[in-house]
């Protein structure tokens, strides 16, 4: 125990010890030991980081900074992180087996959230009522809503973190971060960079711990007023009925079942490769994989041809390497899922065209590696079509029509993300007309920005982030009213 490296949570702007005295062990998932111990963090651990953020909130330099002191504050964090990217990027390919590739890109780009959440800041802007009544000037503004519960998935850490934590911070209010016990070590090293930026101490904190002990207590907690959550279906039903009990604010992003549709007219080798990167990309580990690919039965054979012989090339091993393409699973309880998930499938009566075990490769070691797998004879009414995977686990079905493929697309609980590809302009409106989905992405795939709303329709979730308007999810609204008159009218009648 002694080698693994062991971090504290970051609460009020200190550097503190859980006080369970516990730790919970994380893992290399390219190696499957343990490398760092993450604190344990329970009911009492919640309380002092509410304690923190309503402090910092109510009193002390934060809520005394105007809007552009605090968008100077989150540039200078944009900053911080630009010049720790590299850093940040590694310690993720260690901590949660992403590629560094894909984290050297992701760690370059999230500084752009707070720059541009710190230039909205201040561009915040209530507005004057054309009043009908007779003497009266009424006026809006917007005004931060308190102490923030920010709950993060393990795939991503810090671009989840970033989705919320700029416009949190921008709104003027405070935050605690609970990351997930599987990848909590990049949240923390982040907290000393939001610490080196200068943010007054409670401002920002870090909550470490098991979802079902340190989690619930925030999310339950009388002082929290808004829980942003990102996660799984399930749990995002659990925490927004817990947090309905105390009338809490709550956003939602949560999982996918996501279609990518590839119509007769598309050009073929754009759509393979749109097709790779929706499913194998970051092992399949993204809420928007487009993890059910739809086929038109024209295009079906060729398209399959092209698909596995590029599914095929994709290198597997060490995340750290630049070379390598797709990398392990990130969590063993994951890696255990999907596998189960690809006995789900054989045994729904899918046929397993490529992959459908764990990886044996020498390359591979003794991390959690599963092969790309592609199942086809897929229905959509199948486990393995209808339920997230959350890994490189491809279930193709297909179409015949556009009605077809549009009512396939939508024949899911889910409601994230949809990919169209095809060269029809007409097509390709009518269709990302009629899809039900957040985001949907034609001739392209999993692209995202932080000025393009991003947020899910169905079960996949709640309210937006990024863009404009996400920042409203962080502010209420007061109406302010000001009688101009000289006398106070009958005091019986509504004015
Ligand atoms: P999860 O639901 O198991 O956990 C998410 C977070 O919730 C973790 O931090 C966990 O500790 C916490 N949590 C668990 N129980 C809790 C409770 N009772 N109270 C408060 N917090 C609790 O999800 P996961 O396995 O970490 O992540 C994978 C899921 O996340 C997938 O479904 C994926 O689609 C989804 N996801 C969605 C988006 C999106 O933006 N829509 C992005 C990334 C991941």
């Known amino acids: 125990m002694s080698e693994l490296v062991k971090h504290k949570m970051f609460i009020g702007g200190e550097w503190v010890e859980p006080s369970s005295g516990e730790y919970l062990e994380s893992f290399n998932p390219f190696t499957g030991k343990p490398w760092a111990l993450i604190p344990r963090g329970k009911a009492e651990d919640a309380k002092r980081a509410v304690a923190a953020a309503k402090q910092a909130f ?18 200078k964090l944009g900053d911080l992180i630009a010049a720790n990217a590299e850093r940040l990027a590694q310690l993720e390919v260690r901590d ?9 890109a992701q760690l370059r ?7 541009y959440f710190g230039g909205l800041a201040d561009k915040i802007q209530g ?3 054309p009043s009908d009544k007779p003497d009266m000037f009424n006026y809006t503004r917007y005004e931060p809503i308190g102490p923030c519960v920010l709950i993060t998935a393990w795939n991503s850490p810090l671009l989840l973190l970033a989705y919320k934590l700029g416009p949190c911070l921008a709104a003027g209010n405070t935050a605690i971060l609970k990351p997930s016990e599987f990848t909590s070590a990049s949240s923390l090293e982040f907290a000393k960079l939001v610490h080196e930026a200068g943010f007054p ?5 870090v909550a470490t711990g098991l979802g079902a002990e340190i989690g619930e207590a925030l999310v339950t907690h009388p002082d929290v007023v808004k829980v ?8 995002g039903s659990h925490v927004y009925q817990t947090a309905a009990k105390d009338l809490k604010r709550v956003t939602l992003e949560l999982g996918g079942k996501s279609p990518n549709i590839v119509f007769e007219d598309a050009v ?3 759509a393979v490769k749109g097709a790779v990167s929706g499913i194998f990309a970051a092992t399949g580990q993204t809420c928007v994989a487009g993890s059910r690919l739809l086929l038109h039965e024209k295009i079906y054979e060729p398209f399959m041809d092209k698909l596995l012989a590029l599914a095929k090339t994709a290198r597997m091993g060490d995340p750290s390497s630049m070379e390598t393409q797709v990398g392990p699973v990130t969590t063993r309880p994951q890696y255990e899922k999907v596998l189960r998930y690809i006995d789900i499938g054989k045994d729904g009566g899918a046929t397993c065209v490529l992959g459908g075990h764990a990886a044996q490769r020498q390359e591979c070691g003794e991390g959690w590696f599963v092969e790309p797998t592609i199942f086809t004879d897929v229905k959509n009414s199948m486990r393995i079509a209808q339920e997230e995977v959350f890994g490189p686990v491809l279930s193709v079905i297909k179409f015949k029509d556009d009605e077809e493929a549009i009512e396939i697309g939508n024949d899911v609980v889910f409601g994230l993300a949809a990919g169209v590809w095809t060269q029809n302009v007409r097509r390709a409106i009518k269709v990302t007309e009629r899809l039900q989905a957040g985001t949907v992405w034609v001739n392209t795939y999993r692209a995202v920005s932080f000025m393009s709303p991003f947020g899910g329709y169905k079960r996949s979730g709640l309210g937006r982030e990024n863009g404009q308007d996400a920042i409203k999810e962080y502010l209420q609204v007061k109406s302010v009213w000001i009688s101009t008159a000289a006398d106070v009218p009958n005091p019986f009648v509504m004015r």
Request: glycine fraction near 12%.
């Open 127 to 129: 507005s004057v009522i």
């Open 268 to 270: 073929i080798d754009d």
């Open 58 to 75: 109510t009193s002390g330099p934060w809520p005394k900074m105007n809007a552009t002191q605090r968008g100077a504050l989150l540039r």
């Open 228 to 235: 942003a959550f990102t996660g799984g279906s399930v749990t």
């Open 109 to 115: 780009y999230i500084p752009q959230w707070y720059y």
């Open 96 to 104: 949660n087996g992403k590629l560094i590739a894909e984290m050297l």
């Open 201 to 205: 101490p409670g401002v920002f904190n």
